[in-house]
T-cell receptor, first 111, second 114 residues
Framework: GESVGLHLPTLSVQEGDNSIINCAYS??????FIWYKQESGKGPQFIID?????DKRQGQRVTVLLNKTVKHLSLQIAATQPGDSAVYFC??????????FGPGTRLSVLP | DAGVIQSPRHEVTEMGQEVTLRCKPI?????LFWYRQTMMRGLELLIY????????DSGMPEDRFSAKMPNASFSTLKIQPSEPRDSAVYFC????????????FGDGTRLSIL
């Protein structure tokens, strides 16, 4: 699946609240998933990954949830801060294939 | 540790000119990827190398685009002749292997073809 970035979905949250960014992936054979954060003028930055034999993984202030039944991935950011404002991409890959990036979600943190 | 290093950061040139983008992957990474990012199409994989060998170039738009990796620490993406529709941000990424490993991106080259 190609990524289409014509209109980025936007999520606005108050500083200090939790953020949940969702991603629907397309390939039921995908077995590895990554969330990236992209700030303006910079390249995508690795946040957290998860393999298909897991349904949850936690990092520092971030949690990724994987629901293979409905092919859904989510990124939860606890206590959202202004520095979390960015575009967030999910990426999926199945063995022997290349990464497929989602269209991205823009997170805006309101003061 | 130094991340993926790309140069130049910005390039503005007239159509018809040759453009060369450069990338230095993270030391020890044996896979290198070139992507193009536009508002309309998002992130698109152009080509990737494993151990300096091109593995999949199916994303290269047309023959005007070419990429080389003469050694493990350097790669180029060349556009000749360039066209206005090539304007985009071009990213290079590297990883340790190609199977289920995170790719680490450089900060990109913003290319504008007038």
């Amino acid at each position: 699946g190609e990524s289409v970035g014509l209109h980025l979905p936007t999520l606005s949250v108050q500083e200090g609240d939790n953020s949940i960014i969702n991603c629907a992936y397309s390939n039921s054979a995908s077995d590895y998933f990554i969330w990236y954060k992209q700030e303006s003028g910079k390249g995508p930055q690795f946040i957290i990954d998860i393999r298909s034999n897991m349904d949850k993984r936690q990092g520092q202030r971030v949690t990724v949830l994987l629901n293979k039944t409905v092919k859904h991935l989510s990124l939860q950011i606890a206590a959202t801060q202004p520095g979390d404002s960015a575009v967030y991409f999910c990426a999926e890959i199945s063995y022997g294939q290349n990464f497929v990036f989602g269209p991205g979600t823009r997170l805006s943190v309101l003061p | 540790d130094a991340g993926v290093i790309q140069s130049p950061r910005h390039e503005v040139t007239e159509m018809g000119q040759e453009v060369t983008l450069r990338c230095k992957p993270i030391s020890g990474h044996n896979s290198l990827f070139w992507y193009r990012q536009t508002m309309m199409r998002g992130l698109e994989l152009l080509i990737y190398f494993n151990n300096n060998v091109p593995i999949d170039d199916s994303g290269m738009p047309e023959d005007r685009f070419s990429a080389k990796m003469p050694n493990a620490s350097f790669s180029t993406l060349k556009i000749q002749p360039s066209e206005p529709r090539d304007s985009a941000v071009y990213f290079c990424a590297s990883s340790q292997g190609t199977v289920n490993q995170p790719q680490h991106f450089g900060d990109g080259t913003r290319l504008s073809i007038l």
